[in-house]
């Protein structure tokens, strides 16, 4: 019998997905004075929707895919990592984490209630 449904799987991927883009994130912020040094990133959304298909097609789940980001402003240097826009980023993700704690806590939260029902 299996307790928990694909939601779960879901929610999993979720944060391991929001988890890549934090430490994409924190390696941007590193490296913004190595020269040279081009700033990459995923597409969060593309990545979450693929992933979703696979859980719901039973397939392997894929790394996700780290681009260089495009359009931004290069210095000097070579380097185009720009703080504001990382530290954007992270605050997004945060939050994107935060909320999927939240969610799985309610799924096992409701797993936990329907378990001890005939304790009562």
């Known amino acids: 019998m ?4 694909t939601l779960n799987s879901e929610l999993a991927r979720y944060l391991d997905l ?13 490296n913004i004075d190595t020269p040279g040094y081009r700033a990459v990133g ?8 693929q992933a979703m298909q696979s859980i719901e097609a039973g397939t392997a789940l894929h ?13 000097p240097d070579g380097n185009d990592v720009s703080m504001d826009r990382e530290s954007l980023h992270l605050a ?29």
């Open 63 to 75: 790394n996700p895919h780290v681009k260089q980001v495009d359009g931004l402003i290069v210095r």
């Open 18 to 30: 929001d988890t890549r883009e934090i430490q994409l994130t924190a390696s941007n912020m590193a």
């Open 92 to 120: 997004a993700a945060q939050l994107r984490f935060k909320v999927g704690v939240a969610l799985l806590k309610n799924q096992f939260s409701d797993i936990m209630s329907a378990i001890h029902a005939d304790a009562k």
């Open 42 to 49: 995923m597409d969060f959304e593309a990545e979450m929707k």
């Open 2 to 5: 299996e307790i928990t449904g």
